[in-house]
């Protein structure tokens, strides 16, 4: 039975790419606009206003100077920041503000000029990996600590590097359909594995890139939605959180060599929906690497612990695969950006607005998030709901 209390009842997304010229607040910015057109609401309507801080540039109080450029005088505001499961983590506080009557209407943005940006000078700020354990040997960014992951998991379970690569290619397959992917161009298995290997066993196909770009979604209390939007209503099912720690180096003893917080993170989701892996038809899956994708699989539910490269060699993902994943290309094809656009694409796959590729009958998605390395994982399951209100 369908419980839930918010939905998300807008999302937009700007332009991907190389995007000189543009700053990281004018894509948030052009995004929160589309958010807003798709909703059918003003600015003026928005009493909640949620942001990730910035990498390229130090803004103090991001969320307050969106909320000053879209003309929004919001009863709360605040930046989020949990590396890559931040989108999520977005999703979920403008639910629990929704449902406690704090705000009617929540806006979740965030744009990033990573790509055309990034510089030595700019960056400094950032703090890339443990300093106590992690840069002072140089183990800095998402990369290494998915790298020393993958190894592992090599080790233990006869994981093949093809079934990483088939990864890619089935993310590319998707994102070759989708026109606002950055890399549009078909990827295949042998072409990814006469790429050159960047940080072992992670080639240059299965890592993902830095993005310029923005995206944006609105939440608000389902019943509202049920009476003012026409067509499907995605509402937020069940949600997770769960945090090993600062970075690879402090995540024992949640996260082992071969799982991640996304096991935790899953079971609450799970549990609030009322629902298990085989109820869910999209599974938008937070991809740094191809490993990362690989591990969520397993530690999702979606097979065995140690199966996950025997179920992607089966060749159960992709467009023609049983289960549709990353089905927006995913970070490794679409665009790098924090998980923001995995929940539009959720979004989408259950208004039956994704084009051509579009899954059949979905009804119900899982979009994740996985930050820190593999220290935080969040997780939310969407519902389609067809009905409309009297």
Known sequence: MNTAKAAIVGIGESRVGRLRGMSALHLTLEAARHALADAGLTAAAIDGVLTRNLDMDVTYMHSQ???????????????????????????????????????RFVLCAYGENRRTSWAAERHGHVRMGNEDFEE??????????????????????????????MIAVAQRDYAVQNPNADFRQPLS???????????????????????????????????????????????LLGFGQAHAGEHLAYCAPMVTRTTTPAVQAGQQAYRMAGLGPSDIDVALLYDDTT??????????????????????????????GTLAVNTHGGNLSQAHLDGMLHVVEGVRQLRSAAGPRQVDGAQV??????????????????????????
């Open 291 to 320: 490993y990362g994708v690989l591990v969520q699989l397993e530690d999702f539910g979606f097979c065995g612990k140690g199966e996950g490269s025997d179920f992607v060699a089966a060749g159960h993902l992709g467009p023609k």
């Open 65 to 103: 100077l969106v909320a000053k450029h879209l003309g929004i005088a919001p009863r709360f505001a605040t930046d989020i920041n949990l590396g890559g499961a931040t989108a999520v983590a977005m999703l979920e506080q403008a639910a629990i503000l929704i449902t406690s009557n704090v705000c």
């Open 189 to 235: 298995l042998e072409t990814y594995e006469r790429a050159p290997m960047l940080i072992a066993p992670l080639r240059k196909y299965d890592l993902a890139y830095l993005f310029d770009g923005g995206a944006a979604f609105i939440v608000a209390a389902q019943p509202w939605a049920l009476d003012h939007k026409a067509g499907p209503v995605v509402s």
């Open 136 to 165: 002072c040997f140089g183990l800095t960014w998402g990369m290494g600590p998915h790298a020393l992951a993958a190894q592992r998991h090599m080790h233990e379970f006869g994981t093949a590097s093809r079934s990483l690569g």
């Open 365 to 390: 998605a899982l979009v994740s998030g996985l930050g820190g390395g593999f220290a935080t994982s969040t997780a939310a399951i969407f519902g389609r709901d067809d009905r409309q209100g009297t």
